[in-house]
């Protein structure tokens, strides 16, 4: 499923009013990773700040501050309703989409 977002991500048309439904959908593509890193580890997902745990080991220059902002903003679109400005949106589907890619490449090759 992670993947299939990736995709509708890569291949949609965003735009101004479109952005926060991608933004919200990118950091799920980024959780569904992280979930299936955590489980492939035997460890059970509880918390944003387990999974900001793991990261913690497996990414050398992981930034859980920035993690964190994801999290916040993809909540904050999703439970209040948030929308977030065109230019930020894109850098941040950017970040989340690198950072899901890098913990691909490491985890799940």
Do not use: P, W
């Not at 489980?39 to 918390?47: A, L």
């Not at 679109?77 to 989340?96: P, R, W």
């Amino acid at each position: 499923m992670s993947q299939s977002k990736v995709i509708a991500i890569d291949t949609a048309k965003i735009n101004e009013v479109t952005i926060s439904a991608y933004v919200s959908m990118a950091y799920d593509a980024l959780r569904e990773i992280l979930e299936a890193v955590c489980i492939d580890k035997g460890c059970k997902v509880t918390s944003h700040q387990c999974i900001g745990e793991l990261l913690k080991i497996i990414c050398k220059d992981f930034k859980y501050l920035e993690f964190d902002r994801m999290r916040y903003i993809r909540n904050s679109i999703n439970y209040y309703g948030k929308e977030i400005e065109f230019e930020q949106g894109k850098e941040l589907i950017q970040k989340i989409l690198n950072l899901r890619l890098r913990i691909k490449e490491t985890e799940l090759s």
